[in-house]
């Protein structure tokens, strides 16, 4: 599975975001999928996952201001951010794990928030 994420950028604080991420290639059946960010010098931290079934999930530093959308036909998932931060400052990376525990990582995408 190979998983793409784009739409990073950079954002006045305050602004929107949208981030896809696209995935192709051998998607057996998918447990969840998922967004985790990385900015200098921290550890990895998670930021919302979409579990089969739909049940969702958020990080508390984004919570009330993301939603995380799978959409199956298009084999994507997406992240809408709003009311950005400076500490929004991160890469983003998509991830998903299958219903075998297998997990696939993208690329990650770079997303600035100006203040």
């Known amino acids: 599975v190979q998983l793409q994420a784009s739409g990073g950028g950079v954002v006045q604080s305050g602004g929107s975001l949208s981030l896809p991420c696209a995935a192709s290639?051998?998607?057996?059946?998918?447990?969840?999928m998922a967004w985790y960010r990385q900015s200098p010098g921290k550890q990895r931290e998670f930021v919302a996952a979409?579990?089969?079934?739909?049940?969702?999930n958020y990080g508390d530093s984004v919570k009330g201001r993301c939603t995380i959308v799978k959409d199956d036909a298009r084999n994507a998932l997406y992240l809408q951010m709003n009311y950005l931060r400076p500490e929004d400052t991160a890469v983003y990376y998509c991830?998903?794990?299958?219903?075998?525990?297998?997990?696939?990582w993208g690329q990650g995408t770079q997303v600035t928030v100006s203040s």
């Open positions: 290639g051998r998607i057996s059946s998918v447990f969840s």
């Open positions: 991830k998903l794990r299958s219903s075998t525990g297998d997990e696939s």
């Open positions: 979409v579990f089969r079934g739909g049940l969702r």
